[in-house]
C-alpha cells in the first residue's frame, strides 16, 4: 500500500495506479462489511448467502492488488540511503493511525489503558486492528531492493516468466490442490458434504505459501515490463467467469455449514491470484485521457490517504456496525445496507486519514527545519 504512485526514478503519477488502489481501497472496507455483519457465523444457504459469498470472493482481491501495485512501481528502486527515508512515511502514518485508535479505545470503549500497553499495543501491531498489512509491507520492503537485483539480473522474459510461475506453484497452486479428502468421512461422501472436515490429503508440497506477498510483487514487476496478452473485453468476461466459478466454488466447501476459510479462499488462492492479475491488468490497459482533471486530482487525493484509511476503518467499523446488528440480526437481510455502511466507513476513515497525514506532513516539516538548523 504505497504512499505515492511515482516510481522509484522520480517519474510522474499515474492515474490508473491511483484509480486502482482507490478501488483496493474500498474493496478493503467492503470486506470488513462482511465480517462485522455476521457473514462468517451464518449459514452459507440460499441465494442471498450465494450473493455474499460472491462479494466476498470480489473483495478478497484488495490486498492483491496492493501487493501487485508495489511490484509495478518500485520494481527499480535500489539499495540506498534514500530509499529507506521514502519509507518513513509508513511508520509514521502507522504510528499516528494506531495512536488514533488507542484514543478510541480509551475515550469511546472506555478501555484501561495506560501509556506502557498502548506502546505494546503499537510495537506488536495490535493497536489498529487492521495493522497486520503494515507489519507484513514492512518485511517486504527491506526485501525490496535484493528482489530487484534478483529480478534485474534475468534478462529475458522466459526467465521471468519461469520465476513467477516457481513463486506461483510453491505458494498458490497448493491452495487447490491440497484441499480434497478423497475418503468418507463419517460414512460420507467427501464431496457431498466437503465443509464437514478439514483434513486433507497431501498431493504437493505446501511449505510456502506465507511468502505470497513475493509472489505478488513479482507479478506486478512482470506486469510492468510485459503485461497480459488479452484484449479488454476478452479479461473483462474472463474475470466475470472466473468470478462466478470462484464463487460457486468457495459456497459448495461451505454448503450448509458456516463459512468455511479454506487456502482456496485467501489471499494467497489460486483464484484470488488469477483474479487479482486479471484485473489489475485491466486497469492499467483503460484510457484514462478522458477523465477530467479533478476527478483524476481526487483519485490523486484518496489514493494518498489510503493507508490512513484501510487502518483507521476498524474505528468506525466498531462505532456504526455495532448500531446495525442491533437493529438486525440476520445477515443476509444487512446485503442491502452494504450500499450506505461501506461508504459511510470509508468517507469517515478518509476524513481521519486527511487529519493524520496533515499531522505527519507537519511533523515532518517540522524535523527538516530542526536539521537544517543544525
Known amino acids: 500500500m504505497r504512499v505515492d504512485n511515482k516510481n522509484e526514478n522520480g517519474k510522474s503519477r499515474m492515474v490508473a495506479a491511483d484509480v486502482l488502489r482507490c478501488v483496493a481501497c474500498y474493496l478493503v472496507i467492503s470486506i470488513h462489511f462482511l465480517m462485522n455483519s455476521g457473514f462468517y457465523s451464518t449459514t452459507v444457504y440460499g441465494k442471498k448467502m450465494f450473493l455474499a459469498v460472491l462479494i466476498r470472493c470480489a473483495c478478497t482481491i484488495c490486498v492483491p492488488l496492493f501487493l501487485i501495485l508495489s511490484g ?14 521514502k519509507r518513513i512515511r509508513i ?13 478510541y479505545n480509551i475515550v469511546y470503549l472506555h478501555q484501561a489503558r495506560t501509556l506502557l500497553s498502548c506502546i505494546k499495543g503499537i510495537l506488536s501491531f495490535t493497536s489498529a486492528k487492521y495493522s497486520w498489512y503494515v507489519e507484513m509491507y514492512i518485511g517486504l520492503a527491506l526485501l525490496i531492493p535484493f528482489l530487484n537485483i534478483m529480478w534485474n539480473s534475468i534478462s529475458n522474459k522466459k ?27 463419517d460414512g460420507i461422501v467427501w464431496w457431498l458434504h466437503p465443509a464437514i472436515n478439514l483434513e486433507y ?5 505446501d511449505k510456502w505459501y506465507t511468502v505470497y506477498p513475493i509472489t505478488y510483487y513479482f507479478m506486478g514487476c512482470y506486469l510492468r515490463e510485459y503485461k497480459l496478452p488479452i484484449k479488454k473485453r476478452t479479461s473483462l468476461i474472463f474475470i466475470i467467469l472466473l468470478e462466478l466459478v470462484f464463487g460457486a466454488y468457495v459456497y459448495w466447501r461451505s454448503y450448509e455449514n458456516n463459512f ?10 489460486l483464484f484470488v491470484l488469477v483474479l487479482a492479475a486479471l484485473v489489475f491488468d485491466l486497469f492499467f490497459k483503460l484510457d484514462y485521457s478522458k477523465i477530467p482533471e479533478w476527478l483524476k486530482k481526487m483519485f490523486k487525493f484518496v489514493s494518498g490517504l489510503s493507508l490512513g484509511i484501510y487502518l ?7 462505532m ?8 438486525m440480526s440476520y445477515m443476509p437481510d444487512k446485503l442491502k445496507y452494504t450500499f450506505v455502511m461501506v461508504p459511510l466507513v470509508f468517507i469517515c476513515s478518509m476524513g481521519l486519514s486527511f487529519i493524520i497525514n496533515c499531522i505527519y506532513n507537519g511533523l515532518y516539516k517540522g524535523c527538516l527545519k530542526i536539521k537544517e538548523l543544525k
Open 201 to 205: 490429503t497431501k498431493l504437493i508440497p
Open 320 to 327: 456504526f456496525y455495532a448500531v446495525l446488528n442491533s437493529k
Open 72 to 85: 509495478y512501481l518500485m520494481n527499480k528502486a535500489v539499495l540506498n540511503y534514500s530509499y529507506y527515508v
Open 159 to 185: 526467465g521471468k516468466i519461469v520465476l513467477v510461475m516457481s513463486l506461483i506453484i510453491i505458494t498458490s497452486l497448493p491452495s487447490i490442490i491440497n484441499v480434497y479428502r478423497f475418503s468418507r468421512v
Open 91 to 103: 511508520i509514521g502514518i502507522y504510528i499516528l493511525a494506531s495512536i488514533m485508535c488507542e484514543i
Open 312 to 318: 483507521l476503518s476498524s474505528i468506525f467499523d466498531n
Open 260 to 269: 468455511v476459510n479454506g487456502p482456496w479462499s485467501e489471499y494467497y488462492s
